[in-house]
């Protein structure tokens, strides 16, 4: 099963990928988590990355498309994979395209989780990640039973950088010009599996197995 996981920044795609990751026992892709890890580690592409992240603007598409193409050259994608994150603008779903084709792959579905903007930005503004671990929580919606204690691991919860109210604001504004077109763009190719991004965390996840069972 080949997905990509497609919505506004705050939708709760990392949320669902780990799950339909674990659940389909496929390999998550995340451009995010990986531009993220380079940038922790210092290496020469984090240090490119670096001030398009945190201003909020999308990494240059030659950086990102080599980058998802050396990804899915070394991850076990025998069983599919699942992108969250990529891709952002048609450029590299035209990219993507041709990074299947050229392994006799094709897309099974792209989920596209629908959020209205008020949510989002309540959601990224609560969010905390682990420093440790890299699991996600909420403030509100999904708090860890000790204020700043990551459940699974104990680490220390941290606030993504670019979830600052300013970069929150250029990060959305370059979702709805950039991102927001291949909404149009799957389903003019019969891809689209639009979801209802508002439901709690499990619904939204069972919500995807059904309507992926019911058309694939
Ligand atoms: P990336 O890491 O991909 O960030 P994003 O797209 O902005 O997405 P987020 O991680 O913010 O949100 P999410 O949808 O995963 O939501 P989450 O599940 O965490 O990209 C970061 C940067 O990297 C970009 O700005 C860019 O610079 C660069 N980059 C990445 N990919 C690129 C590409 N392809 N091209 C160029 N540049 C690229 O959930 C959010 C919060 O809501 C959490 O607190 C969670 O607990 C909560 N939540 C989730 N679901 C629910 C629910 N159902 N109900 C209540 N709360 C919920
Ligand atoms: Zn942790």
Redesign the pocket.
């Known amino acids: 099963i080949n997905l990509v996981l497609l ?10 990928a780990k799950r339909l990751a674990e659940y389909y026992s496929i390999p998550h892709i ?4 990986i ?2 890890r380079n940038l922790s580690e210092g290496t020469p592409l984090g240090k490119r ?1 670096q001030s ?2 945190s201003e ?4 240059p ?1 030659d950086i ?1 498309e080599a980058m998802v193409d050396d990804r899915l050259q070394q991850a076990d994608t025998h069983n599919g994979f699942i992108l ?5 603008n048609v450029h ?1 779903a035209d990219a993507l395209a041709g990074m299947l084709a050229e392994r006799q792959l094709s897309l099974t579905a792209v989920i596209y ?1 629908d959020v209205p903007h008020d949510i989002l930005v309540e ?2 503004v ?3 990640v682990c420093s440790t671990c890299g699991t ?3 403030v509100i ?2 708090p860890p039973a000790v204020e700043g204690v990551c459940e699974v691991c104990g680490g220390t919860l941290v606030q993504r950088p ?1 979830d600052q109210p300013e970069t929150v604001e250029t ?1 959305l504004n ?1 979702y709805m010009e950039e991102t927001a077109p291949l909404i149009d763009f799957y389903r003019e190719r019969g891809l689209l599996v639009k979801i209802d ?5 499990d619904v ?1 996840t069972q919500n995807i197995i059904i309507r992926l069972g019911a058309e694939h």
């Open positions: 919505g506004a920044p705050g939708a709760g795609k990392g949320t669902q995340s451009t995010g988590d531009f993220r990355a398009y992240m909020g603007r999308l990494v598409d990102t969250d994150g990529f891709p952002r590299q989780i959601r990224l609560g969010r905390r996600t929580f909420h919606f999904d670019d990060r370059v991004g508002t439901e709690p965390v939204v």
